[in-house]
């Protein structure tokens, strides 16, 4: 996808979601709780991209989440479509740090940012483990 926004160009993942009316609660805007489907759409585009799906489907070393939080910065409503980026920060030897960011198409303006822990594991033998050699490429090719 083409980012069209300043505020989305360094994010290597940009998806577009469009707003459900059934999302919104009863105060008349988007409920928390659907910014973190949104993060978690993002995230798994990302996870794609980097390989980290391939990684699992091979060799069951996939990627688990171990911690996520929000920024909420304005309430969305129906109808708008969002773009959701996704990128990568602090990269260690078996995680990295998400970074997200919601942007509101109808409002143009950041409606969240976000972050989240990925660590590496091995679902073969239920513990951590060091990121792929493929995993890493991808991170590596995301970042240029």
């Given at each position: ?18 707003v459900q ?6 105060y008349?805007?988007?409920?928390n709780?659907?910014?973190?489907r949104f993060?978690?759409?993002?995230r798994i585009a990302?996870?794609e991209?980097?390989g980290f799906l391939?990684?699992y ?10 911690s ?19 990128r990568a920060?602090?990269i260690d ?5 998400m ?13 969240a ?5 990925v660590?590496?594991f091995d679902?073969?033998?239920?513990s951590k ?14 970042k240029?």
């Amino acid at each position: 996808m083409t980012v069209s926004h300043d505020s989305l160009r360094t994010f290597p993942v940009v998806i577009e979601i469009p707003v459900q009316w059934g999302e919104m609660d009863a105060y008349g805007h988007v409920n928390n709780t659907v910014f973190f489907r949104f993060f978690e759409s993002a995230r798994i585009a990302f996870l794609e991209r980097c390989g980290f799906l391939r990684s699992y489907d091979e060799v069951q070393i996939g990627a688990i989440l171990h911690s996520t939080s929000c920024r909420f910065r304005l309430p969305l409503l129906y109808p708008d479509t969002v773009l959701v980026g996704a990128r990568a920060e602090a990269i260690d030897f078996d995680r990295f740090v998400m970074e997200y960011r919601v942007f509101s198409t109808a409002q143009n303006a950041v409606a969240a940012d976000g972050e989240g822990t990925v660590v590496s594991f091995d679902y073969r033998n239920r513990s951590k483990a060091e990121l792929p050699q493929m995993v890493r490429e991808g991170l590596d090719a995301l970042k240029r």
